[in-house]
């Protein structure tokens, strides 16, 4: 009988593929269905209730709406980073706090780089009456961004297949001039903190209107996120490029900013407002019942495979262009 001595060596070679291969390309296979709209709309009630009274940084409401995010973080697995998951910081003498819990990287040489994913979930707490309302609920501005990081953590948290570590930041202060972002900035780089990259979400409540892609990335053209997100992603136009928001320097107006200026790193916000879409920034309408949850949901998902890559590569391969 003929011997076929390359046998073994190939069964050998499957078995090291199948060890070696990606732990993000097995999960992309049990992305869809995930992020279920009904979940994205229970924590938006929430959040964007009258009880939580617009979440203004300093006030007892805001208090709650932590609590809340504390609460999701743990049932999701997330660890704090700091001693509790509250980063306290002051603001004159407004007693305020960002949220942090992390889900640690599972590869020995990358679980000390981090990526930050990130969103705001302060509020202006009131705005000018309507028909005797004055409660500004901050739906879309930004318990929408809040409830998409809530939901990745959950989905992260439970996978604990990324090699580097994820850190899950939610921030005060952002209404008040980024405050939190800049504390939290400046805190980590004194830890001398390897920060590769800083994704952050804003007002992603509602679609856009007339694009070929899903949502818009401020500092467009600062780096190549989008370019490689889209890559990472299939070949799907994930993230484009928005002209509004480069002509009013979104870039600069948002938390990715002090984390840019820190580190010199790719730090950039993911938001879906296109100025023509959604009728009540910063206006006591910005309601609940005003969110596409179909659309959160699909849009929160879509994000799943650029951020699974940008974990899991070997090289870090988001960059700022020169």
């Known amino acids: 009988m003929r011997r076929y001595r390359f046998l073994p060596a190939l069964g050998a070679l499957l078995l090291m593929i199948l060890i070696v291969l990606p732990v993000h390309s097995q999960a992309l296979k049990n992305i869809e269905g995930e992020i279920l709209p009904d979940e994205v709309r229970l924590s938006m009630e929430y959040l964007a209730s009258d009880e939580l009274a617009g979440r203004n940084t300093g006030?007892?409401?805001?208090?709650?709406?932590?609590?809340?995010?504390?609460d999701k973080f743990s049932e999701s697995g997330l660890k704090p980073y700091f001693e509790t998951y509250r980063d306290s910081f002051m603001i004159d003498d407004l007693h305020a706090f960002n949220i942090v819990g992390i889900v640690e990287g599972v590869d020995e040489e990358l679980k000390d780089e981090y990526i930050i994913i990130g969103a705001h979930y302060d509020h202006i707490g009131e705005g000018e009456p309507v028909d005797g309302d004055k409660i500004a609920n901050g739906a879309n501005d930004n318990a929408s961004g809040t409830v998409g990081v809530i939901e990745l953590a959950k989905y992260f948290g439970t996978l604990k297949e990324n090699k580097r570590s994820l850190m899950f930041v939610l921030f005060s202060g952002e209404e008040k001039g980024l405050k939190g972002s800049k504390h939290l900035a400046e805190k980590l780089k004194g830890e001398?903190?390897?920060?590769?990259?800083?994704v952050n979400l804003e007002m992603i409540g509602v679609p856009m209107k007339a694009k070929e892609y899903l949502a818009y990335i401020t500092g467009y053209e600062n780096s190549n996120l989008a370019e490689k997100f889209n890559e990472y992603s299939g070949g799907e136009e994930i993230l484009g490029f928005l002209p509004q928001a480069k002509q009013l320097s979104l870039f600069k107006r948002s938390d990715n900013y002090p984390f840019h200026e820190e580190f010199g790193i790719p730090a950039q916000t993911i938001c879906t407002f296109d100025f023509s879409n959604y009728p009540y920034y910063h206006h006591v309408n910005d309601e609940?019942?005003?969110?596409?949850?179909?659309?959160?949901a699909a849009l929160v998902e879509k994000l799943l495979p650029g951020l699974l890559k940008m974990a899991n590569t070997e090289e870090k391969e988001i960059k700022l262009t020169d």
Do not use: N, P
């Open 288 to 296: 609940a019942e005003f969110m596409d949850y179909e659309h959160m």
């Open 59 to 70: 006030s007892g409401e805001i208090d709650m709406a932590a609590e809340f995010i504390e």
């Open 192 to 198: 001398d903190l390897d920060l590769y990259a800083m």
